[in-house]
């Protein structure tokens, strides 16, 4: 971080939480950042994403920006098949509702929605979808 902030002007740090809260210790970024802040000093400034959301319950919370091949998850890329990711995750868990991911989507939906405008009234996937295409175009 220093040699990015030092040599080439970088002033902000993207880094995701996996608690809601701060805690003292723990692999959290916000310790290693606060303790880099306490030593170093300096201007460099820390922005937090929350965990990125797979269909994998013994797994559900990842790295937003990290994709592990075979990760089950919808990813914000080209061609992207949102139906049958999500298909395929409702076989294989048994559950209509996939739990925090589902929530997770939804949210990014709402945002979606207030930022921009209603999708209208289609499927959940087709928002998605539609959100995606958008995005990467």
């Known amino acids: 971080m220093e040699w990015y902030n030092r040599y080439k002007s970088v002033v902000v740090k993207l880094g995701w939480i996996i608690q809601a809260t701060e805690t003292d210790l723990g692999f959290d ?13 300096g201007d460099l400034s820390f922005v937090y994403l929350k965990p990125g959301r797979t269909f994998d319950k013994s797994r559900p ?12 998850r919808i990813l914000l890329k080209a061609n992207e098949d949102v139906k049958a990711k999500i298909t395929e995750a ?7 509702h996939l ?14 929605e ?11 996937e087709d928002k998605i979808q539609t959100i995606i295409d958008n995005v990467i175009k």
């Open 29 to 41: 970024e916000r310790v290693f950042d606060r303790e880099y802040k306490a030593v170093i000093g």
């Open 61 to 72: 919370k990842v790295s937003p920006y990290i994709h592990v091949p075979g990760e089950a």
């Open 90 to 96: 409702e076989k294989r868990l048994g559950d209509k």
């Open 99 to 112: 739990g925090g991911a589902r929530r997770h989507l939804t949210d990014i939906v709402r945002l979606y």
């Open 114 to 124: 207030k930022l921009f405008s209603s999708l209208g009234n289609i499927p959940f």
